[in-house]
């Protein structure tokens, strides 16, 4: 069970915008950053979002972040196949002395 | 460029031990944090433990805490984490991570090294 809540699954076309919600508390998304990673088949996480809505070189324009209160949003837009993987948000955790996990939202691009 | 290579990782029986180590190279060690952080088969990722940039502040995930060790060599740009009486739900690959401070999820990560225990 992750401390963060993610829909397990999203999906859209090509062209489209999808959002992908993460839902948190106070001592988490709250009162801390979110980050956002990319996760492709069988590869290590990839820094996607940090510190809420900054993008790291390299990452394209496509990808946004926001937060509001104890909840996180990923957007991306004109979406395309290779957008295909899991993308999982994190955040330090007050509580917990640690960064806490979502459980990760599979998107598939029909 | 940015590298984490993990190693040590394999099969190890229910009750023994492992080290796991990570070299780091392609930035400035010293001024970040690192973490271990874990994904069981098909499922999430779950934070094992954090080491602050000298060294001296340490934490661990409740899962954890008395078994793991978690320690850096500032010397070597190294990571490790000793696992001892390790579990079947132990198992996962452990991957290696920077952070830019303590208090923040990892920028960058290694490949992963996969621990499985099992009799």
């Known amino acids: 069970q992750s401390v963060l809540t993610q829909p397990p699954s999203a999906s859209g076309t090509p062209g489209q915008r999808v959002t992908i919600s993460c839902s948190g508390s106070?001592?988490?998304?709250?009162?801390?950053?979110v980050y956002w990673y990319q996760q492709l088949p069988g590869t290590a996480p990839k820094l996607l979002i940090c510190?809420?809505?900054q993008r790291p070189s390299g990452v394209p324009d496509r990808f946004s972040g926001s937060k509001s209160g104890t909840s996180a949003s990923l957007a991306i837009s004109g979406l395309r196949s290779e957008d295909e993987a899991d993308y999982s948000c994190?955040?330090?955790?007050?509580?917990?002395?640690?960064?806490?996990f979502g459980g990760g939202t599979k998107l598939t691009v029909l | 460029e940015v590298q984490l290579v993990e190693s040590g990782g394999g099969l190890v029986q229910p009750g023994g031990s492992l080290r796991l180590s990570c070299a780091a190279s392609?930035?400035?060690?010293?001024?970040?944090?690192m973490s271990w952080v874990r994904q069981l088969p098909g499922k999430g990722l779950e934070w094992v433990s954090v080491?602050?940039?000298?060294?001296?502040?340490?934490f661990y995930a409740d899962s954890v805490k008395g078994r793991f060790t978690i320690s850096r060599d500032n010397s070597e740009n190294t990571l490790f984490l000793q696992m001892n009486s390790l579990r079947p739900e132990d198992t996962a690959v452990y991957y290696c991570?920077?952070?830019?401070?303590?208090?923040?999820?990892?920028?960058?990560w290694g490949q992963g090294t996969l621990v499985t225990v099992s009799s």
């Open positions: 991570a920077a952070a830019s401070m303590i208090v923040v999820p990892p920028d960058y």
């Open positions: 392609g930035f400035t060690f010293t001024r970040y944090a």
């Open positions: 080491v602050g940039d000298s060294g001296a502040a340490t």
């Open positions: 106070s001592s988490n998304i709250g009162s801390n950053y």
């Open positions: 510190k809420n809505n």
């Open positions: 994190a955040a330090w955790d007050d509580s917990l002395s640690g960064p806490v």
